[in-house]
């Protein structure tokens, strides 16, 4: 395949549109400079792909740093404080602080020079693009069946650019590891790419009453020891293209915290006009290690048995079936030293909020189910009701008794997987790794226990243990009711099952 010779269109990512926005019952598409301008007056993003809102979200975080002053490092933490009220008091953002801001940068997506989030030198480093199917989540490519959609590898649909953009999002932040189109750098030529910094993560981002004050909630603190004003770059102020052999900056705040992490090198080819892109260049960006850093809106799991110390720490992984009430421990306890999970670390910097602004603050949670190199299962979205008064700074025995209700609906769970399973064995002389009992029971069982989670907190005196084993119970006799009628043996293993579900778990005793 002929390289492609460089665009002469134009789109332009700040004043085009090309961001879904809800304002009331009201739909509209705007484009970054007007987002920010808008914000005041916008409710929340409505982009279709969750990951794609999480990213764009962190990347209108950082701008509203940039254009507020909160990206000042030598502020202290009293003053950050009082600046951030100030700017949430304002009501909405300075216009000619953000005008100011996006004219003195290169914001044309299909700039020769300076695409933006792009790397023009795809054009000659690879013998060919990848292809507009294999760029857009759910199309076949190459040798695969077109299963469940009408494209093919001869049917090479083009994109809007709007959609396109925000496919280029995310590959960005949650691209695939694995072999990509081969890029030639100094003569040596490798497809070898790692996966991106959100691959297979849940977010939790705040979420105000209006895109104001989400993004200046959403801005994460300085937590650094060092770091020199104006050190910090995103990738679209850098004065020139990193080139994927340059050893890669530090991670500053909040620029390359927040948007400077990819790990994929992307390229948009558009059609005869600015409306549409044809094709697309997917590669590798760099093949250094991966920095260690903390994603101020994800949470982590502490694994101390990990001999490895750098290996000690996991994000909490995003799985479409679960529950988001299920992860209220995590996001409600302050951190604890001992604990084996970490908050996102912008919650940290919620109590210091407005208490009008922090008393309706919602959580927003966008995940992404995918395995760690190739494989997208699943995308999600969730908002929870107004719970910072739920924290443990604000109320510690309502937290208490959420992380309480979370852990013992988890352990009836166990519980029910495990007596469902022995049931199974026992009545149908059957032993398989996924006993259908033990799966359909479980299904059943997580609607049931979210009710009786909602209730516990308005009754703090009703046992745990009791009501979440009468909703595994319920669950599983609801699972084996057939079996049960036809076949003896399948009653009498059921009601084994039933006295181990409410016969309470023994407590280790600590060492003396």
Aim: charge should be neutral; include cysteine; aromatic fraction near 8%.
């Amino acid at each position: 395949m002929s390289r492609l010779p460089p665009s002469t269109t134009t789109f332009s990512a700040a004043d085009d549109p090309w961001i879904d926005v809800r304002t009331g019952h009201r739909y509209d598409q705007v484009g970054l400079r007007f987002l920010l301008l808008d914000a005041h007056r916008i409710d929340d993003l409505a982009l279709s792909h969750p990951p794609a809102a999480s990213a764009l979200l962190r990347i209108a975080v950082a701008v509203t740093a940039r254009i507020t002053g909160l990206d000042d490092p030598e502020l202290t933490a009293s003053q950050w404080n009082a600046l951030r009220r100030s700017r949430l008091a304002e009501g909405r953002f300075d216009p000619d602080s953000v005008h100011a801001y996006f004219d003195q940068h290169v914001w044309d997506v299909f700039d020769p020079v300076r695409p933006w989030l792009q790397d023009p030198s795809l054009r000659a480093q690879c013998d060919h693009s990848t292809g507009i199917n294999a760029f857009v989540p759910g199309r076949p490519a190459g040798n695969n069946l077109a299963w469940f959609s009408p494209h093919g590898h001869h049917t090479t649909e083009p994109v809007p650019t709007a959609e396109a953009l925000q496919i280029l999002l995310i590959h960005h932040y949650y691209g695939r590891a694995g072999t990509g189109t081969p890029r030639t750098l100094d003569g040596a030529t490798s497809g070898k790419q790692t996966s991106g910094p959100l691959r297979s993560s849940v977010s939790f981002h705040p979420l105000g009453r209006t895109l104001h004050e989400t993004l200046l909630a959403g801005v994460p603190a300085f937590t650094g020891d060092d770091q020199l004003p104006g050190a910090d770059a995103c990738p679209w102020e850098e004065t020139a293209l990193p080139g994927p052999h340059v050893t890669p900056h530090p991670v500053t705040w909040p620029g390359r915290q927040l948007t400077g992490l990819s790990r994929h090198a992307t390229l948009l080819v558009p059609g005869h006009d600015s409306t549409t892109v044809t094709d697309a260049y997917i590669t590798w960006a760099t093949q250094q290690p991966k920095p260690i850093t903390t994603d101020p809106y994800l949470a982590y799991r502490i694994l101390p048995e990990r001999k490895n110390v750098a290996r000690r720490r996991t994000l909490h992984r995003a799985d479409a079936s679960r529950a988001w009430w299920r992860d209220l421990e995590t996001l409600l306890l302050a951190p604890d030293e001992h604990g084996t999970h970490r908050r996102p670390a912008i919650f940290d910097t919620l109590n210091d909020l407005p208490e009008p602004v922090r008393r309706s603050l919602r959580i927003r949670v966008h995940g992404f189910d995918q395995d760690g190199k190739a494989v997208d299962r699943q995308w999600y979205t969730a908002i929870t009701p107004p719970l910072l008064n739920w924290t443990q700074e604000h109320d510690p025995l309502k937290a208490q008794r959420i992380a309480e209700c979370c852990r013992e609906a988890e352990q009836t769970a166990q519980r029910l997987a495990t007596v469902a399973k022995q049931a199974w064995d026992t009545a149908i002389h059957s032993r398989t790794t996924q006993p259908p009992w033990a799966h359909k029971a479980l299904t059943r069982y997580w609607p049931k226990a979210e009710t009786v989670f909602w209730q516990l907190l308005e009754e703090p005196d009703t046992a745990a243990f009791t009501a979440f084993t009468d909703a595994a119970v319920a669950a599983l006799r609801e699972t084996t009711e057939g079996a049960r009628a036809r076949h003896t043996s399948a009653a009498r293993a059921v009601a084994h099952a039933v006295r181990d579900l409410y016969r309470r778990p023994a407590t280790p005793r600590k060492a003396a």
